[in-house]
């Protein structure tokens, strides 16, 4: 299944008998679902069920869909006519005829000119239809258009992936030598102010330090996140919420790391790891 973007663009067209419907479907990034379908007044009735149907077939994205009618005018309409209006019509005539004896018959154009009585053949179920299959093929144009760009964003995000693996391996091997290091100075420290570093108490305060500054458990984490997001990017479909969320755990542990850091090189670390998830949480905001 492909990574879907929430940008998007895709028209088609469909013909029956006097009409030609358009659709286009645009579609740009947006944290929740808001689908906007604009039609002519005497297409109005298609609103609600275009509206279910981009409900049914996108997560979230802002997404609009236009639609337009042509009327072709070599093809001539064919007309029905509407026998309940005819017949309310000569019930009121009749009627009209016991309070007025001398009024006259209608005629057959006086029933023509009245109002709802000649109406397209089938004007609504077509209409419909024709609008259905041409939405039916926008929106596989669309899903493609989608489909290309989610593919590019998602290789964006695996290399950012990459990166984030080659920096923590540049850390990993030094964990400890960190912790090596950093108890030397502390030692030397003490024994520069005269106290003696195998103190007990001193002991257990450098232990304790020593737990502060502990970022194998960081280092792990961002592993495995890292891990989760080739995973669901693997697994492709509606993915984006997913990895918004995982690049905020990412984050918090790239905070972590630089709070921990007691290191030059732990500090560069952690600040080129924060600038990686930014690029991700970016890239992630186009996916749906």
């Given at each position: 299944?492909?990574?879907?973007?929430?940008?998007?663009?895709?028209?088609?067209?469909?013909?029956?008998?006097?009409?030609?419907?358009?659709?286009?479907?645009?579609?740009?990034?947006?944290?929740?679902?808001?689908?906007?379908?604009?039609?002519?007044?005497?297409?109005?009735?298609?609103?609600?069920?275009?509206?279910?149907?981009?409900?049914?077939?996108?997560?979230?994205?802002?997404?609009?869909?236009?639609?337009?009618?042509?009327?072709?005018?070599?093809?001539?309409?064919?007309?029905?006519?509407?026998?309940?209006?005819?017949?309310?019509?000569?019930?009121?005539?009749?009627?009209?005829?016991?309070?007025?004896?001398?009024?006259?018959?209608?005629?057959?154009?006086?029933?023509?000119?009245?109002?709802?009585?000649?109406?397209?053949?089938?004007?609504?179920?077509?209409?419909?239809?024709?609008?259905?299959?041409?939405?039916?093929?926008?929106?596989?144009?669309?899903?493609?258009?989608?489909?290309?760009?989610?593919?590019?964003?998602?290789?964006?995000?695996?290399?950012?992936?990459?990166?984030?693996?080659?920096?923590v391996a540049r850390v990993a091997p030094r964990i400890p030598a960190i912790h090596a290091a950093y108890q030397a100075k502390l030692t030397g420290r003490l024994q520069e102010a005269g106290l003696?570093?195998?103190?007990?108490?001193?002991?257990?305060?450098?232990?304790?330090?020593a737990t502060r500054i502990e970022i194998s458990e960081e280092v792990t984490r961002l592993l495995t996140h890292v891990g989760e997001v080739r995973r669901v990017l693997g697994?492709?479909?509606?993915?984006?919420?997913?990895?918004?969320?995982?690049?905020?755990?990412?984050?918090?542990?790239?905070?972590?790391?630089?709070?921990?850091?007691?290191?030059?090189?732990?500090?560069?670390?952690?600040?080129?790891?924060?600038?990686?998830?930014?690029?991700?949480?970016?890239?992630?905001?186009?996916?749906?």
């Open positions: 299944m492909n990574v879907l973007s929430m940008t998007g663009f895709a028209a088609a067209s469909a013909s029956a008998r006097a009409d030609t419907l358009n659709i286009e479907l645009r579609a740009v990034n947006h944290r929740y679902l808001d689908a906007v379908v604009k039609t002519p007044d005497e297409l109005r009735m298609l609103e609600p069920l275009l509206r279910e149907r981009l409900a049914a077939r996108m997560k979230r994205g802002k997404i609009d869909c236009k639609v337009s009618r042509a009327r072709n005018p070599e093809a001539a309409p064919t007309l029905r006519v509407d026998t309940a209006q005819v017949a309310a019509l000569l019930a009121a005539a009749d009627e009209i005829r016991v309070q007025v004896p001398t009024a006259a018959p209608l005629r057959v154009a006086d029933i023509l000119r009245w109002p709802g009585v000649l109406a397209a053949q089938d004007a609504a179920e077509t209409l419909t239809e024709t609008a259905l299959a041409a939405f039916d093929a926008a929106w596989d144009d669309f899903v493609a258009s989608r489909a290309r760009e989610g593919g590019k964003l998602a290789a964006v995000l695996l290399q950012c992936c990459d990166a984030i693996d080659a920096q003696d570093p195998d103190e007990e108490r001193l002991k257990q305060e450098l232990a304790l330090f697994a492709g479909g509606a993915v984006g919420k997913r990895l918004d969320f995982l690049a905020q755990e990412l984050h918090r542990e790239a905070n972590t790391l630089g709070a921990k850091s007691v290191d030059a090189e732990l500090s560069q670390v952690a600040l080129e790891l924060k600038v990686l998830i930014e690029q991700m949480r970016e890239q992630i905001q186009n996916l749906e």
